[in-house]
């Protein structure tokens, strides 16, 4: 494939992980932005590794070879990574109107740019649609017979979006309350395993029990009804499952280095609505739910028959 200019600006958000930011940034460099947003998190107190791990990776991203305005954000002190990602998209999006987000380790097909690009102008005015994925964590199957289609799920690996849409980002969900939105998600959810989960790490979030950003992205797309558009192949890969991961630590995710394809043509559905059972497909992954369900109804066989006997013997 014919390297392709990517029009819009890109953020790059990096860490302590030099082995694959090199991966990640030589696909930008083909990409060859005329805007670079990076922005590092600093190293954590009292971790040397980290002082030079960080140091390695800022290292490789200030090779830039190609004609670019460049802007950077490099912490000198360990934010984490709820409030480093959250404050650099805060950053990306107050100087940009609409843009590319990639992380360290979401290695982005070559035709990854321009299908963000294409997305980014196609829907810019649409409110219905908030969110573009790049990855496609559908294990082969396709939803429909256009090249995109679209969620309520809003997937991290790689993606873009507007400022229309960030400007309602909310990292401590200060404008939700735990008593409200299981009601309000059960109008997404049917399945109660799901909701459960939901309302779980709604309440963990908002607790600060979770160091993340991306799962409040994940509420606000769904209070705000909005949809996501996700393409049909995977164009991204997440190469970063390994030991010193953040939280992508389970080297047998099926998940893990899903392979790479390309979008050759960009077509959309006559339908713009959601195809919930792709939603269903990866939560139903990653919540655990068949085996969850399993065991539920197991202990309810359990519990039925232990009845039937206390009642038969105490008769």
Known sequence: ??????????????????????????????????????????????????????????????????????????RQQNLGCKLAISSAIDWFFTNEEEGIILEDDCLPAKSFFRYCDTLLEKYRLDTR??????????????????????????????????????????????????????????????????????????RDVKAGKIDTWDYQLAFINYFNNGLAINPNVNLISNIGFRADATHTVDLDN??????????????????ILPKKQADYAVLDYEFKIEERTRKHNLLRRRFKRWLKSFFKSAS
């Not at 960009?266 to 339908?271: A, E, F």
Request: glycine share 4%; aromatic share 14%; proline share 4%.
């Open 254 to 271: 099926r998940y893990a280095n899903y392979p790479l394809e390309e979008i050759d043509e960009i077509t959309y559905p006559k339908y």
């Open 1 to 74: 494939m014919i390297n392709y200019t990517t029009k819009s600006p890109v953020l790059f958000l990096i860490f302590n992980r030099p082995d694959t930011t090199i991966r990640v940034f030589n696909e930008i460099r083909q990409a060859k932005p005329s805007k670079l947003y990076i922005a590092a998190d600093g190293p954590r107190p009292g971790n040397r590794n980290d002082e030079t791990l960080c140091q390695e990776t800022i290292s490789i991203v200030q090779q830039i070879d190609w004609d670019c305005e460049v802007k950077t954000l490099f």
């Open 129 to 202: 649609i908030r969110h573009i994925g790049g990855v496609n964590l559908q294990l082969g199957t396709k939803w429909g017979e256009a090249s995109t289609y679209f969620t309520n799920n809003t997937h991290v690996w790689g993606w873009a979006s507007w400022r229309r849409v960030w400007k309602d980002y909310d990292k401590d969900l200060k404008s939700y309350h735990e008593d409200e939105v299981g009601a309000q998600l059960a109008n997404i959810f049917t399945n109660s395993l799901i909701l459960t989960t939901w309302k779980e790490i709604f």
